[in-house]
């Protein structure tokens, strides 16, 4: 049986929103995401960062720079007892270049259908969390359920959304309230 996981945004979700990233020093987890993680995890989810990093592509920073950032934030959760289980990254830049070929930028499905391979998840019983519509998208694409956290991009997002006609199955101000939400839902399906 397959495990079921809990797929997040990286920046304005896990970690505030600063625009292209490439400072460990820079990692400021938003408000309550350590322990929402947490009562994810106790709750027999695996916890998996699925984050668009056009700032590769763009030259802004290396994905060497990526990867200790990425390890900053393992620190920064491993203080507060709280493990990731993988990440998993789209470098490509959102418009030219290899965009055309790429079938991981979000909301692509190429991150999820990896990690499903790779760590035994079912997309279908896991859930996506972000702060941009493409993250809501994603989760429709994947087959999984969405969660808009309204931090980060996530307010300006919610009229894109409207504005597109998509809809994630909850809006919820932050990861602690989506991670309550995800809980509950799991728990009644």
Known sequence: MADKA???DRDGTIIE????LSDPEGVALVHGAAEALARLRDSGFKLIVVTNQSGIARGY???AEMHKVHDALD???A???VKLDAYYFCPHHPSHGEVRDCTCRKPGTGMPERAAMELGVDLSSSFFVGDKSSDVELGINAGGRSVLVLT???SEEEMVLDAKG???YKVAVSLPEAADWIIKESKAS
């Open 17 to 20: 929103e600063v625009g292209y």
């Open 75 to 77: 620190l920064v959760l």
């Open 152 to 154: 980060g991009f996530g």
């Open 61 to 63: 920073f290396s994905e």
């Open 6 to 8: 809990v797929f997040l």
């Open 79 to 81: 203080s507060k007892g």
């Open 166 to 168: 998509v809809g994630p």
